[in-house]
């Protein structure tokens, strides 16, 4: 079964609105997540690290401002897309490692992404 | 830089077998993982390698060289439902993957 939840699945949202998508891990604690974004017939793009306790980590060229990112529990990652515009539409997947398993080795886990559309 | 490669698309029919190569160029090298990944869906993880030399998994096989950077998905005895795009991802001094552009696989009957 899942083991990391992502919500909602999709939204439809207007422009300059904030859209907020969850990340939870469901049976282990992710004390890192990942965020990714997908646009059509593209590959995964990190935006970036999410860090539970601490801030987090964007990758070049992404706008901390405008993605926020809220990593408050170890099972729990959200990811705030503020004033929204229609270029923001994308798939945006998030995603966590089990700690239990060795890091070299582990793969991800994905959320089943949400398909964001601002009109 | 960070710089992986794979063909964009590749068609096969159904009961043969396909090879999906991947070339890459990172600054560090964790291992380089294969996942499935159906249209509008998240991606499945498929293989794992970190050492040069052949995993296999059922019908799935994937390759490793690491002095040449490169790797390779096998896929045998093609069903319809392998019908998805294929990435391939690196994962370099972090935790974090990055991927490729992915390689779309239509299988025909």
């Known amino acids: 079964g899942a083991v990391v939840s992502q919500h909602p699945s999709w939204v439809i949202c207007k422009s300059g609105t904030s859209v907020k998508i969850e990340c939870r891990s469901l049976d282990f604690q992710a ?13 995964l793009m990190l935006m970036a690290t999410s860090n539970e306790g601490s801030k987090a980590t964007y990758e070049q060229g992404v706008e901390k ?6 990593h408050a529990s170890l ?5 705030t897309v503020t004033s929204a515009h229609p270029e923001d539409s994308s798939f945006y997947i998030c995603s966590a490692r089990d700690p239990r398993g060795m890091a070299y080795n582990s793969p991800l886990h994905f959320g089943n992404g949400t398909r964001l559309t601002v009109t | 830089g960070q710089n992986i490669d794979q063909p964009t698309e ?5 009961g043969a077998i396909v090879q999906i190569n991947c070339t890459y160029q990172t600054s560090g090298f964790n291992g380089l993982f294969w996942y499935q990944q159906h249209a509008g869906e998240a991606p499945t993880f498929l293989s794992y390698n970190v050492l040069d030399g052949l995993e296999e998994k059922g019908r799935f096989s994937s390759f490793l060289s690491r002095s040449k950077g490169y790797s390779y998905l096998l896929l045998k005895e093609l069903q319809m439902k392998d019908s998805a795009s294929y990435l391939c991802a690196v994962r370099d001094v972090e935790t974090a993957l990055i991927f490729g552009k992915g390689t779309t696989l239509s299988v025909s009957s």
Not at chain 1, 31 to 43: A, I, L
Not at chain 1, 65 to 70: A, C, E, G, P, T
Not at chain 1, 75 to 79: E, G, I, V, Y
């Open chain 1, 31 to 43: 004390t890192t997540m990942f965020w990714y974004r997908q646009f059509p017939k593209q590959s």
């Open chain 1, 65 to 70: 401002d405008k993605f926020l990112i809220n």
């Open chain 1, 75 to 79: 099972t729990l990652s959200t990811l």
């Open chain 2, 10 to 14: 590749m068609t096969a029919t159904e």
